[in-house]
Protein backbone atom coordinates (compact mmCIF):
# COMPACT_ATOMS: atom_id res chain seq x y z
CA UNK A 1 0.00 0.00 0.00
CA UNK A 2 2.76 2.47 0.54
CA UNK A 3 4.27 1.95 -2.70
CA UNK A 4 0.86 3.04 -4.26
CA UNK A 5 1.12 5.82 -2.02
CA UNK A 6 4.56 7.25 -2.96
CA UNK A 7 4.18 5.67 -7.10
CA UNK A 8 0.58 8.50 -6.52
CA UNK A 9 2.69 11.55 -5.35
CA UNK A 10 5.47 10.88 -8.26
CA UNK A 11 3.13 10.44 -10.83
CA UNK A 12 1.10 14.04 -9.33
CA UNK A 13 4.48 15.82 -8.73
CA UNK A 14 5.45 14.87 -12.33
CA UNK A 15 1.83 15.90 -13.95
CA UNK A 16 2.38 19.31 -11.77
CA UNK A 17 5.79 20.02 -13.21
CA UNK A 18 4.96 19.71 -16.53
CA UNK A 19 1.85 21.74 -16.62
CA UNK A 20 3.73 24.74 -15.10
CA UNK A 21 6.36 24.15 -17.86
CA UNK A 22 5.23 26.89 -20.25
CA UNK A 23 8.55 26.80 -22.12
CA UNK A 24 8.30 26.79 -25.96
CA UNK A 25 10.97 25.65 -28.35
CA UNK A 26 11.20 26.37 -31.76
CA UNK A 27 13.93 24.78 -33.97
CA UNK A 28 14.26 27.03 -37.84
CA UNK A 29 16.82 24.69 -40.22
CA UNK A 30 18.02 26.13 -43.77
CA UNK A 31 20.96 25.61 -46.03
CA UNK A 32 23.00 26.96 -49.02
CA UNK A 33 25.79 25.08 -51.56
CA UNK A 34 28.23 25.52 -48.83
CA UNK A 35 26.57 26.15 -45.50
CA UNK A 36 23.90 24.70 -43.18
CA UNK A 37 22.06 26.85 -40.44
CA UNK A 38 20.03 26.21 -37.46
CA UNK A 39 18.58 28.71 -35.25
CA UNK A 40 16.82 26.96 -31.99
CA UNK A 41 14.28 29.70 -30.35
CA UNK A 42 13.85 28.73 -26.81
CA UNK A 43 10.98 30.98 -25.27
CA UNK A 44 10.01 30.71 -21.21
CA UNK A 45 8.61 32.99 -18.74
CA UNK A 46 12.22 33.99 -18.12
CA UNK A 47 12.94 35.10 -21.38
CA UNK A 48 13.59 34.29 -24.59
CA UNK A 49 17.33 32.57 -25.84
CA UNK A 50 18.05 31.91 -28.96
CA UNK A 51 21.29 29.71 -30.25
CA UNK A 52 22.10 30.40 -34.01
CA UNK A 53 24.63 27.25 -34.90
CA UNK A 54 26.45 27.78 -38.72
CA UNK A 55 27.82 24.34 -39.88
CA UNK A 56 30.54 24.35 -43.13
CA UNK A 57 29.38 21.31 -45.15
CA UNK A 58 32.82 20.96 -46.82
CA UNK A 59 35.79 19.71 -45.25
CA UNK A 60 37.62 21.38 -43.51
CA UNK A 61 40.80 21.61 -45.27
CA UNK A 62 38.83 23.73 -47.60
CA UNK A 63 38.21 26.22 -44.66
CA UNK A 64 41.95 26.15 -44.23
CA UNK A 65 42.98 29.36 -46.15
CA UNK A 66 39.74 31.70 -44.65
CA UNK A 67 41.36 34.28 -42.86
CA UNK A 68 37.82 35.73 -41.91
CA UNK A 69 33.88 34.08 -41.27
CA UNK A 70 31.15 36.41 -40.42
CA UNK A 71 27.48 35.08 -40.01
CA UNK A 72 24.13 36.68 -39.34
CA UNK A 73 20.65 36.00 -38.89
CA UNK A 74 17.79 38.41 -38.89
CA UNK A 75 14.09 37.64 -37.74
CA UNK A 76 11.21 40.01 -37.65
CA UNK A 77 11.76 40.57 -33.98
CA UNK A 78 15.69 39.63 -33.40
CA UNK A 79 18.83 39.43 -34.87
CA UNK A 80 22.48 37.85 -34.47
CA UNK A 81 26.04 38.50 -35.92
CA UNK A 82 29.29 36.62 -35.01
CA UNK A 83 32.33 37.99 -36.87
CA UNK A 84 35.44 35.89 -36.59
CA UNK A 85 39.06 36.97 -38.05
CA UNK A 86 41.63 33.50 -38.08
CA UNK A 87 44.78 35.65 -39.60
CA UNK A 88 47.25 33.34 -39.87
CA UNK A 89 45.55 30.35 -37.72
CA UNK A 90 42.91 28.46 -39.86
CA UNK A 91 39.75 27.47 -38.28
CA UNK A 92 39.88 24.11 -36.42
CA UNK A 93 36.31 23.29 -37.05
CA UNK A 94 33.78 23.21 -39.37
CA UNK A 95 30.59 24.66 -36.81
CA UNK A 96 30.18 27.97 -35.03
CA UNK A 97 28.07 29.55 -33.30
CA UNK A 98 26.26 32.51 -31.70
CA UNK A 99 23.93 32.54 -28.43
CA UNK A 100 21.66 35.40 -27.29
CA UNK A 101 18.82 35.91 -25.15
CA UNK A 102 16.14 38.65 -24.26
CA UNK A 103 14.00 39.99 -21.43
CA UNK A 104 11.05 39.36 -24.25
CA UNK A 105 8.86 36.06 -24.32
CA UNK A 106 7.52 36.04 -27.55
CA UNK A 107 8.81 34.60 -31.10
CA UNK A 108 6.87 33.45 -33.99
CA UNK A 109 7.79 29.97 -35.17
CA UNK A 110 6.10 30.25 -38.47
CA UNK A 111 8.61 33.05 -39.77
CA UNK A 112 11.42 32.75 -41.73
CA UNK A 113 14.53 33.87 -40.72
CA UNK A 114 17.37 35.46 -43.00
CA UNK A 115 20.89 34.38 -42.95
CA UNK A 116 23.66 35.68 -44.24
CA UNK A 117 27.35 33.98 -44.51
CA UNK A 118 30.61 35.24 -45.52
CA UNK A 119 33.91 33.95 -45.45
CA UNK A 120 36.51 35.81 -47.14
CA UNK A 121 35.18 37.24 -50.56
CA UNK A 122 32.70 34.42 -50.61
CA UNK A 123 28.85 34.86 -50.03
CA UNK A 124 25.67 32.95 -48.91
CA UNK A 125 22.13 34.08 -47.99
CA UNK A 126 19.80 31.07 -47.00
CA UNK A 127 16.75 31.27 -45.28
CA UNK A 128 15.68 29.23 -42.61
CA UNK A 129 12.03 27.65 -41.80
CA UNK A 130 10.51 25.66 -39.46
Known amino acids: MKKLYVGILLVSLMLI ?5 DREQYILEGESDHWEARLKVTVGGEGTSRDFVVNYKGGLGQLADVNHLEYAYRAATSSGRSETNFNEDPPRKK ?36
Open 95 to 130: TFSHHGGSNGSSFDGNQTVDVTIKWDEHEEKLELKR
Open 17 to 21: FIGCS
